[in-house]
């Protein structure tokens, strides 16, 4: 079996990683699309913001070959992500292409996406809840599981927060989702409540970062 290596991620890399995020979650994101998979162009404007606002922390897996096997945005400052939603034209750009049919939906999901931002954002600032930084989101490609790559991405993630002086991380996970939450347990996270979105609960949990 090649073995694989960890890397930053280049802005060159976000279609694969938008593809993944696709694939990896696909019951999410025909739910949110009114049961329709969008245009690719959506998801990848989505992680270009995601990858503008912090470069350093969308971390990759690699096959030697160059392919991707997974990947992890591990940001230490979400404030950045909105800063450059606003600054950077992103709203602007997306506003258009929704409108001129590019991303393939209508305003169903936009009215969910935006609600389940608005209660994520209302969770993340509820006492006991904060956290310095975020596993923003996490996959690996179906043919590569069980290999650990999950758990290297995590590792590097915690040197990236170590290097930014980060206290406590939080993430969210479905609590059906019981190979994701091995993974994460193994890597030294621990259960810190519950929240919902409309496709139903999350759960949350935190590391301590030392």
Request: proline share 6%.
């Amino acid at each position: 079996m090649n073995k694989y290596v960890i890397m930053r991620a280049r802005l060159t890399d976000v279609p694969e990683i938008a593809r993944l995020f696709t694939e990896s979650f696909i019951d999410s994101v025909l739910h949110h699309c009114g049961g329709r998979l969008p245009n690719p162009q959506a998801m990848q404007d989505v992680f270009t913001l995601v990858y503008q606002a912090e470069p350093t922390a969308a971390l990759l897996a690699k096959e030697q070959t160059g392919q991707v096997l997974g990947y992890c945005f591990a940001p230490v400052g979400l404030s950045q992500l909105w800063w450059q939603a606003l600054t950077g034209g992103h709203l602007i750009k997306w506003a258009w292409r929704w409108l001129t049919g590019q991303y393939g939906f209508g305003l169903y999901p936009v009215k969910i996406i935006v609600l389940n931002k608005v209660a994520f954002l209302r969770s993340a600032a509820t006492p006991g809840k904060i956290a310095n930084a975020r596993i923003l989101s996490i996959a690996v490609t179906p043919a590569a599981r069980g290999r650990g790559i999950a758990s290297a991405l995590m590792a590097e993630a915690d040197k990236y927060f170590k290097d930014n002086k980060v206290q406590r991380v939080r993430l969210e996970v479905r609590p059906d989702n019981q190979p994701a939450i091995r993974v994460y347990e193994k890597s030294g996270y621990y259960p810190g409540g519950i929240t919902y979105d409309s496709q139903g609960p999350w759960l949350i949990m935190f590391k301590e970062i030392s």
